[in-house]
């Protein structure tokens, strides 16, 4: 057996806001992939926590879910809302994560996906053709946002007018921060997720009453596994479809437009070689790492990377991190339209909880780039962007934005 080290401990709590908020996140990580790719924090708001930064050792924890469990602890690094817990099945371990993703992910197939491809296309064209030209407006508001909600509009068969609520629920669901902690918090937060769950109980009650389809409401309300959740598994398993086919994408796509604009000359090689469209939708998720973090719990005493880790410890697999390990992606920062192992990312996670809708969200993000080389746009920052304060999404809040034609 090798020599256990001592604990080296996280000289930055990587769970500050403020390195998401003022974008300061990259030298603290690249020094604990340098020195201490597993390190232990025994201070934070979220108590302690071990940090995994490098590509090998994120996939090797997810690889391994019985050892490192999404079920006895929370999947984010704060322990649910209020202390709380939402059982969904990202947050379940085999057998019954199985048994739940089985219901859901068919509802992927290729036969469902050609359909909201399709769907996808024209709702781009009809939102992007409404943009105005030559004035300034938020990318964020106009473009990222209406584009994801409008898919999960189409997702669940609601009216696009319901998009907004649908915001509000995926905001809340998917809130990290050390003030969410409260009994007060967690009032609101159930008084809006009854909403959502009454909302969606609607639509599922006229599932049960038609014969079962590919439908994702309709598989969950036929289906053994879950066709009689309670009512918290039913809001957590909404929250959870929500949340995930809403941040993902919608990071992304902001993302994309600070891609280009610092790398301009990657948009050029796009109108150059549009076949690199599909591998950069895959490079903005490497780049932007829409998802912070994930996190697990050790269900045994045991050992990773030389350290003793006692059951019950949190370890946060911060995939911000390893998607910029240059042992993995040589010149890590550079966002490459032809990078060559894009897709070894690890932005939809790895393993059994790898996004199950991970294929919608490249069909969107090509759709995007798409369209944005075929009007030969440039897409023109007008100022600072903002970005969420949250150590779990890695987004913006708002992005001022020109359109203007390429030279």
Same mark, same amino acid.
């Given at each position: 057996?090798a020599t256990?080290?001592?604990r080296?401990?996280?000289p930055?709590?990587?769970?500050?806001?403020?390195?998401?908020?003022?974008?300061?996140w /990259?030298?603290?990580f690249?020094?604990?992939?340098?020195?201490a790719p597993?390190?232990w924090?025994?201070?934070?708001?979220?108590?302690?926590?071990?940090s995994?930064?490098?590509?090998?050792?994120?996939?090797?924890?997810e690889?391994?879910?019985?050892?490192w469990?999404?079920?006895?602890?929370n999947?984010?690094i704060?322990?649910?809302?209020a202390g709380?817990? #939402?059982?969904?099945?990202?947050?379940?371990?085999?057998?019954?994560?199985?048994?739940?993703?089985?219901?859901?992910s068919?509802?992927?197939?290729?036969?469902?996906?050609?359909?909201?491809?399709?769907?996808?296309r024209?709702?781009s064209?009809q939102?992007?053709?409404?943009?105005?030209?030559?004035?300034?407006?938020?990318?964020?508001e106009e473009?990222?946002?209406?584009?994801?909600m409008?898919?999960?509009?189409i997702?669940?068969?609601?009216?696009?007018?319901?998009r907004?609520?649908?915001k509000?629920?995926?905001?809340m669901?998917?809130?990290?921060a050390?003030?969410?902690?409260?009994?007060?918090?967690?009032?609101?937060f159930?008084?809006?997720?009854?909403?959502?769950l009454?909302?969606?109980?609607?639509?599922?009650e006229?599932?049960?009453?038609?014969?079962?389809s590919d439908?994702l409401?309709?598989?969950?309300?036929h289906?053994?596994?879950?066709?009689?959740?309670?009512p918290m598994e039913?809001i957590?398993?909404?929250a959870?479809?929500?949340?995930?086919?809403?941040?993902?994408?919608?990071n992304?796509?902001?993302?994309?437009?600070?891609?280009?604009?610092? #790398?301009p000359?990657?948009l050029?090689?796009? &109108?150059?070689d549009?076949?690199?469209?599909?591998?950069?939708?895959?490079?903005?998720?490497?780049?932007?790492?829409p998802v912070? /973090?994930?996190?697990?719990?050790?269900?045994?005493?045991?050992?990773l990377?030389?350290?003793?880790?006692?059951?019950?410890?949190?370890?946060?697999?911060?995939?911000?991190?390893?998607?910029?390990?240059?042992?993995?992606?040589p010149?890590a920062?550079?966002?490459?339209?032809?990078r060559?192992?894009?897709?070894?990312?690890?932005? #939809?996670?790895?393993g059994? &909880?790898?996004?199950?809708g991970?294929?919608?969200?490249?069909v969107?993000?090509?759709?995007?780039?798409?369209?944005?080389?075929a009007?030969?746009?440039?897409?023109?920052p007008q100022?600072?962007?903002?970005?969420?304060?949250?150590? #779990?999404?890695?987004g913006?809040?708002s992005?001022?934005?020109?359109?203007?034609?390429?030279?």
């Amino acid at each position: 057996m090798a020599t256990l080290l001592e604990r080296p401990a996280t000289p930055v709590d990587v769970s500050d806001n403020a390195l998401y908020t003022e974008h300061l996140w /990259h030298a603290p990580f690249a020094e604990l992939r340098r020195s201490a790719p597993l390190s232990w924090r025994e201070d934070s708001p979220y108590g302690p926590y071990w940090s995994a930064t490098t590509h090998d050792l994120v996939a090797e924890v997810e690889l391994d879910p019985a050892t490192w469990s999404s079920e006895l602890g929370n999947i984010t690094i704060q322990e649910g809302v209020a202390g709380h817990e #939402f059982p969904n099945f990202i947050a379940m371990d085999p057998p019954r994560h199985t048994a739940q993703r089985r219901v859901v992910s068919p509802a992927f197939n290729p036969t469902s996906m050609a359909r909201l491809e399709e769907l996808v296309r024209a709702r781009s064209k009809q939102l992007l053709d409404a943009l105005p030209q030559g004035e300034t407006f938020d990318w964020v508001e106009e473009v990222s946002i209406p584009l994801t909600m409008g898919m999960l509009c189409i997702l669940f068969d609601m009216p696009f007018e319901d998009r907004h609520d649908i915001k509000t629920w995926s905001d809340m669901a998917s809130n990290v921060a050390p003030d969410t902690g409260s009994e007060e918090y967690y009032e609101r937060f159930m008084a809006e997720m009854g909403r959502m769950l009454a909302r969606f109980d609607e639509l599922m009650e006229e599932r049960r009453n038609l014969p079962p389809s590919d439908d994702l409401l309709s598989r969950m309300v036929h289906s053994e596994a879950m066709g009689n959740l309670t009512p918290m598994e039913r809001i957590a398993n909404i929250a959870l479809l929500i949340v995930g086919g809403n941040d993902t994408t919608r990071n992304s796509m902001s993302g994309l437009v600070d891609a280009f604009n610092r #790398f301009p000359e990657e948009l050029d090689r796009l &109108h150059a070689d549009p076949s690199l469209i599909p591998n950069t939708a895959q490079e903005i998720i490497r780049w932007q790492s829409p998802v912070t /973090h994930m996190r697990r719990t050790a269900t045994k005493d045991t050992e990773l990377a030389g350290q003793r880790i006692a059951a019950g410890e949190k370890i946060v697999l911060w995939y911000i991190s390893a998607n910029r390990d240059e042992s993995v992606f040589p010149d890590a920062d550079r966002f490459d339209v032809g990078r060559a192992n894009a897709r070894r990312h690890l932005g #939809f996670g790895h393993g059994i &909880h790898r996004c199950v809708g991970a294929r919608l969200a490249e069909v969107q993000l090509v759709t995007l780039i798409e369209e944005i080389v075929a009007r030969n746009w440039r897409i023109v920052p007008q100022g600072k962007p903002t970005r969420l304060a949250s150590p #779990f999404l890695h987004g913006f809040t708002s992005m001022p934005v020109r359109l203007e034609q390429r030279g």
